[in-house]
Nanobody, 129 residues
Framework: QGQLVESGGGSVQAGGSLRLSCVAS????????MAWFRQAPGKEREGVGV???????????KLSNSVKGRFTISQDSAKNTLYLQMNSLKSEDTAMYYC???????????????????WGQGTQVTVSS
């Protein structure tokens, strides 16, 4: 049974930065689609960014329009770790951030939570203005 463990959340003032990490363990797929989602109170879960890679290639890297230019998504395949570097944070970035994994994703579905078969427990990000 695989596991996704997020870390790096916290409280920060607007304009600050945080880096989230997601460690994947126990997954045997050679190709993995790993994504960050977030959910603010009273709102639907939103896809933030994705990397789909494996077998020596990267097939998809995306960030949502709401974070493009401020957030960066990256991975360390050797460590099975996905990162989300968040800069110039705004109060509207306040949410629970989740890591998700599936064996496949595409441009048409990476941002849909139903695409993913595994989820982490989440890490809270709070941005105060």
């Amino acid at each position: 049974q695989g596991q996704l463990v997020e870390s790096g959340g916290g409280s920060v003032q607007a304009g600050g930065s945080l880096r989230l990490s997601c460690v994947a363990s126990g997954y045997t797929q050679t190709k993995k689609c790993m994504a960050w989602f977030r959910q603010a109170p009273g709102k639907e879960r939103e896809g933030v960014g994705v990397i789909y890679s494996g077998d020596g290639g990267t097939y998809l890297t995306k960030l949502s329009n709401s974070v493009k230019g401020r957030f960066t998504i990256s991975q360390d395949s050797a460590k099975n770790t996905l990162y989300l570097q968040m800069n110039s944070l705004k109060s509207e970035d306040t949410a629970m951030y989740y890591c998700a994994l599936n064996g496949y994703c595409g441009t048409a579905n990476w941002y849909l939570d139903r695409t993913y078969s595994a989820w982490g427990q989440g890490t809270q990000v709070t941005v105060s203005s």
